[in-house]
Each structure stands twice: as C-alpha cells, then as structure tokens.
C-alpha cells in the first residue's frame, strides 16, 4: 500500500523486508561532505535543507556511510532530521575508512567493522541501524575472495541488536552466496548503470530471491554519463539525459532502488522527476544499446 503522504513521484516502493518498505528512488547522502567526498561542505545549511526537500519529496531512503567526511556526512543527516519520522530508512555501510590523504583504504577487521558501527549509531542518532552493508570490493569493481569473517561480525552485531537487516556492497555473485550461507540479506549495492551494465544477470537473479539492487554511480560517478543515443533520446522527451538515465534504471527491473546524490535542492528535484517518466520500447531499445 502507498502512502497517500508520498507525491507520485516516488510513489513506487520495494518491500525489503516485512518491516521495511522504502521508495524506489532513494537519496545518496555522499555529496554532502566537502570536495572529494572529505571534510566540511562549504554551505552546510545547503546540505541540511537537500536532506530536508527529500524528506518532503516523500523520499523514504537515504543512503550513507560515516566513512563520507568522515563521521560529518551523517552528522548532517541528524542535524537535518532528528528525530527521525518513522517511515525513514536510513541504510549505511561499513567496511572502509579516510586517511589522511583522502583514500579509502579498506577497515575490515573484527573490531574496525564494530567501531564503525558503532560510529554510526553514534553520529546518526539511533539505537539501533535500519540496514548495514558490507563494503568488501575495490573503488567500483568486486575483489575475489571470501568475505565470510567480516560477514559474520555483521551478523553478530545483527544478533546483538545493533543492525536491523544486512546487506553487501561490491561484490560478486559467489560473495553473496557465501554471505547467505550466514545470514539473510536484503540488498546488494554494486557499480552499474546504463552504459556499465557487468551485472545484468546479477540483477535478474536478485530480483528472482525478492532482494533490491541498488546501483551506487548511477550517473556515471565522478565522470558523467556521455552519450549521443541517450542525448538523442533525452532532446526527443524534452529532459536531461541524467533524467534519462535514472528512469532507464527505474523500468531495468522492479528490484533496483536509485541513491542519486546532490548537494542542489533543484538537481534533487531534477532526479526525482526521473520516477514519473515513462519510456517507451523504441527508448529502451535505443537507449540499451550504449553499453555495446
């Protein structure tokens, strides 16, 4: 059932789990922190009302992790919406860390992934996680191997009450089958997009066990999107091609939840108009064949 409260354009929903439905458009909370994904934004009240138009956009679903800053990204989160309403999911992810260069080296140990956790319970304001994924691959690609130790801290913490639901972040289909040998997951956040598109059999199976796909860099990431069929097909509706993109994402499979990021109340506004627009089988088909 939809939410009245909920403005048709993200009306659509995807039911992860018995106590948690969020809209299928999302937002990714990355972008509020400084250049690069590091330090204070330089208008932190910009960020607080981006977060806040969200909400009222009838946004459900903020991704984050309080590796963004880090720990300032989520800090902005709670300034902008404790206490939080009850239909807001807020999903983050642990796994990795910032040093003082601005890289991500990876955090997986026992008590690095139990720090973080507990950073953002912290930062966020809550007592318990809606959804904690697990960052295991390289910047936007998975690294073979197993990843069943560090899975099975987060079920632990699961166990203990800390996490509601878990989920996974770069990996391969062999990493999530090990990680479902251990606990249920709900999502998988993996790079994809219309022009990068490894893991269209991934989505498929995903969507066959109920389980939502939800593609980080939608746009392209740091190097957007550049395409003369998806500038035609954009011109031809008489929207962006980002606009484009997103709805492709929207109509690829029912199981794809989108975490846009912004900083720009108006580019927020932007992507969620993605949510109403309907393409048709001769845009599919056009648009299908940038990744070839």
Known sequence: MVSHNVPATVAGTFTMARDLTITRMGYGA???AGPHVF???ADRDAAVAVLREAVRLGITHIDTADFYGPHITNQIIKEALHPYPDELHIVTKIGALRDSKGNWPQALAPEQLRQAVYDNLRNLGLDVLDVVN???G???SPTPGSIAEPFT???QLQQEGLIKHLGLSTVNAEQIAEAQSIAPIVCVQNFYN???RDDDGLVDSLAAQGIAYVPYFPLGGFSPLQS?????V???LGVTPMTVALAWLLQRSPNILLIPGTSSVAHLRDNVSAAALTLSEDDLAELNGVAS
């Open 134 to 136: 697990l960052r295991v």
């Open 153 to 155: 801290v987060l079920a």
């Open 39 to 41: 330090g204070p934004p």
């Open 30 to 32: 990355m972008q509020l």
């Open 194 to 196: 219309l022009a990068h």
């Open 228 to 232: 003369d069929r998806l500038e035609a």
């Open 234 to 236: 954009a011109t031809r």
């Open 138 to 140: 390289g910047f936007d």
